[in-house]
């Protein structure tokens, strides 16, 4: 049985995508979700994720877009259940893509993964009934460098798929806007903005 896993790199430097080759059979498919080897061959160190998450979510539901201050953290992130719209902003200064927003779909069939540095903002919509979507962390969450930027922020200009059905408080009314994410990252040329 060979169990391959594909290394595709992103146009954002350090954005990567792992996507293995489930075996499908009549009971179903099996898939490899880690290996230490090709995380290595990428570039990354399997040994500097801390913490392993899951979430939840129903259909609609929209996360993010959330991020850290300071060092910001590191994530390997992926569906293991349903499907979302997966959403990254590159927010480190000095980025030749600084601004570029990405989307992914990831799923439970295709079973791609989803590499992204410190650095960026992170969020998802729900496409699917339940969904639960597993991120691999590098830093143990400190929710006092937790930091929120509005979803449906103009400057951005997300290509959401649909309406969100539930947000929390603080994605809904709490996040900042790119432009305040920008002045406090020390960023403040308009063309910046993308």
Request: net charge negative; proline share 6%.
């Amino acid at each position: 049985m060979l169990l391959d896993m594909e290394i595709i790199r992103t146009p954002i430097e350090d954005l990567i995508i792992f996507r293995p080759t489930p075996i499908r059979d009549e009971r179903g498919y099996f898939s490899r979700t880690l290996d230490v080897q090709i995380l290595a061959e990428a570039g990354i160190d399997p040994t500097d994720f801390k913490q392993e998450n899951q979430s939840r979510s129903y259909q609609g539901v929209r996360r993010g877009l959330h991020g850290r201050s300071g060092n910001g953290e590191a994530k390997l992130v992926r569906c293991a259940n349903g499907a979302v719209l997966d959403v990254v902003v590159d927010s480190r200064p000095g980025s030749a893509t600084f601004a570029q927003v990405m989307t992914f779909v990831l799923d439970d069939q295709v079973c791609t993964q989803l590499y992204i540095p410190r650095g960026f903002l992170h969020g998802f919509q729900a496409l699917t009934g339940v969904t639960d979507v597993v991120y691999r962390i590098d830093e143990f969450h400190a929710p006092n460098s937790d930091v929120t930027v509005r979803h449906d922020d103009p400057d951005l200009a997300i290509p959401w798929p649909a309406p969100a059905t539930i947000m929390s408080s603080r994605d809904r009314e709490n996040g900042i806007s790119w432009a305040e994410h920008c002045r406090q990252l020390g960023v403040v040329k308009a063309d910046s903005f993308r």
